[in-house]
């Protein structure tokens, strides 16, 4: 089991913060989750990696649920659409891959108002999967889903399984972000601060 500082928190939360999601994969036998991310990030030479994709492998999982409705993510009458938790690749993908933001995503404190309007509610038989959490979502206009995931650990690995080191994560982030802000970043991820 893991257990995070508040830094290493803040550290998660900025280096996925405008990530995009390409994918989110359940495998129940193995009470994992795992999550490709294409995250805003420099390497230690101030480069976009080449295939800057990461997967996060979340394990073991406690519980993990997701409400997909069809409508704005604040419309309280729009349509649940239910579904197993092994569809949630499907589903995701139906968004076409929609940056996350908002600067918290682990272990948050949000009362999460979409809890009485589930998809799916995925319960492990164990006891084990729920020292942490991550909340993620996508919104697509017209339809959103949110989902979150309980969790004792995780790693990162880079498109050729290679782990990625969870420092080395938060810092291509926070030289992500500092050259978005501070550099010339801004054309690289699209993103433009205010002045």
Sequence with gaps: MAT??????DGINLALNEATILGVEFQKEKEIVVVTFSPVALDINGQVPTDNRVQFVFKPIGKFIASYRLGRWDDKSAQVVKFEPEQILEKVE??????????EFINCNDEN???DRLS?????ENQHGRQNTIDLFQDGGNKHIDMKIWF???EIVNPKYEKIE???FIDNGKR??????YGNASDKFGIYPAK
């Excluded at 995070?4 to 928190?9: N, P, V, Y």
């Excluded at 139906?94 to 600067?103: A, D, M």
């Design 94 to 103: 139906e968004f076409k891959h929609v940056s996350i933001y908002g600067w």
């Design 4 to 9: 995070f500082s508040q830094d290493i928190i």
């Design 152 to 154: 004792d650990d995780f």
């Design 176 to 181: 992500g972000w500092d050259g978005i802000y």
């Design 113 to 115: 108002h979409w809890l």
């Design 120 to 124: 799916f509610d995925f319960n492990s």
């Design 166 to 168: 969870l420092q080395t």
